[in-house]
């Protein structure tokens, strides 16, 4: 059965919501509000007549019918009857934000198993138990927090709500924006492969960033994956790598993480792309979100800085990222238009008494160069007007802009490209990172 | 002879000072005026009665004399000629910021041996040539650029202007501020052996931090090093680690990297913490510079997000940092007070219906144990409070806080903890670094 009506409901119910603003029952109905959902929002709370403006019911066999998603906020040992209750008003999916199942040992295991079983029969596909919801940007579902509305090319899959609102928060602030986030919890029914599924089709989503801890459905994983990587890139960063790690995957969800290298290797091999920290997946992501795809890994480095260019020649022999040597014509040409100081190599180091024209003229010269497939552009000095050269010529070539050490020039430069929605990096590094997985 | 005039003159000369707010000879004006040094300025042009408000001297000589130090931003060939002229005037210690020098070939280096016989004739130590300055917070004496003024306990030793501006921003931004900041430049005289030696004596100085190209005297090198890592710490960023890197440079400074293996356990005999890239160098001196020295490794996690927490064990492992079991009696003890959904574990979960007070509770039980010497404070839900936790316990025992995904609260939250000069990291494994190198 289609997952579909879970980020695409024309109706919501929210079962346990709340007017007490420090309730998760109130916050969910808040941001569905505030994020202007498309469709009927259904409060459910026997002792309320009304939240947050809207008409609430005693039930939902009270609600109008036919709503098609239901987000689940009451105690644990209520759900069971809850679904039973969806099933008459005809919710096809349900999101169980509701903690106390497997991930509080047998006890809840057991009341787990029973609330999977009421879905398998009442037909009711269901994220959770003990989940963060699902945030939809382009109709207004925020069925989680916090409140994300910013809407872009990256959609995030993760065990974790943490993660999950961090990716979210950073992609907001600078601009990325976010198409479909789904926080999975203990995955009794709906996983990773079934979201990744849903992503593979999705017009919104040009990346897929992905935090997993215990991989269940190993086959069923991998198979989504390798579908899903041959439409838009699929990032992955593990829990769990660790011996200890994996013990505290354990603690955390009940699940087994298993053998990082098995694992490794099995997301190579689909095409995934894997990263080693919360920072390098949100960056990678962005990167790859923004920036369009290259033909190729051949990359030149573009600097003011000689010391940030050698660190981004450092990151790229690490990864490795193929520094081709500049194509001869372009030597000629970069020699006659560039000051004696200027050091034609790569890096091709501009030095610090650049400015923004030396940079659009260098760019132009590289890019028409089928051989230079990658541009990264150090901006380490207080050059005015290097946004408005990186807009111009953001279209013609994937480049990858690192912004750094500019003083308050680099405040209002690197403000002109996040409003553009152009990625910009602070660690040359990172930006290799990047240009790796583009 | 003594470099301590570099950073503590009584009256400073801008030789090639300028009306011209796009050169370097005003902006080098502009900061000293603006970070309020504390001796006299001197701006000597002989085309200029007055530049942004002081009073111009026509040349060194007409300066009032005993100028204890002289930044120099004319055209090279003419340097030598000043640094005669500086003699004439006493000066002693002279920033020569003006390019065109080894770092362009074989007439520049000509022109660079002439500069520094003349200065060695003349009994001046010199800073560059090629450089950008020197920065002093607690005399005013910005002599660099972008303008610094945040005082704080981090120094910065670099033979790049722009990872030096990069730590500077990043450090004034947080709140973190910075003691003494040197971009090296050529090197022709005064080394990172000669600044590490000052600032090893420094009270300034709680923490230096180095990013190095080329070591050409490294037995000098080592020697200040370690005799500067016992007063304290040391940290260290090598460019050119890679081969290609290398090259790089040879191409930007002339200076050979040398065998960066070699480097690398020569470093770690002499007690200096070695760092990947320019994030963690900045981010572990932050740590470093704030969080107080603990009296080990053993390091507990406590968190409200587990898969940050599996994250942070992660990195630890990689590292590694010990993670310890929790001692018996905080067990019991974290048993009577927490909820029951809470795992008391390493890392501690206090899961995601946490409060702030239950961060204060679990921080004051583990504070109370001697096998407990770092915790990791993660906190990844909207937590109102948390800040005032965190600055209470602070100087109880090294707490590393770790904030992210915590939405508006966040942003508050975090805000308080900088405004009281406590240091946030975004991510686990970065936190975990800091750990690794306290």
Partial sequence: MTIRKLFEPNSVAVVGASRDPQK??????????????????????????????????????????????????????????????CHENNVTNAIIISGGFSEKGEEGKELEEKVLDTAEEMGIRILGPNCQGINNTSNGLCASWPLITKEGPLSIVTQSGTIAAALETWAQEENIGIAKTAILGNKADIDEADIIDYLADDEDTGVIGLYLEGVEKGRKFLDAARVASKEKPVVVLKGGRSERGAEAVKSHTQSFSGKYEIFKSACRQEGLIEVENVTELYNVCKGIAKIPEPEGKNTVIITSSGGSGILAVDAAEDLPVELIDLPEKSVERLEEILPQECIIDNPLDLTGSVNAEMYDEAIKILARYKDVQNLVVISGDPISGIADVIKKRYD?????????????????EERKLVDAGIPVFSDPSLAMKVVSAL
């Fill in 24 to 85: 998760l029952g109130n916050v969910v109905v808040k941001n569905l509000i505030e994020a202007d959902f498309e469709g009927k929002i259904y409060p459910v709370n026997p002792k309320a007549d009304e939240i947050l403006g809207l008409k609430c019911y005693s039930s939902l066999e009270e609600a109008p019918k036919k709503t098609q998603l239901a987000v689940i906020v009451i105690p644990a040992e209520r759900v069971p009857s809850v679904l039973e209750e």
């Fill in 396 to 412: 013609r070539l994937p480049l990858v802009t690192v912004m750094l050490g500019m003083g308050e020039v680099g405040t209002e």
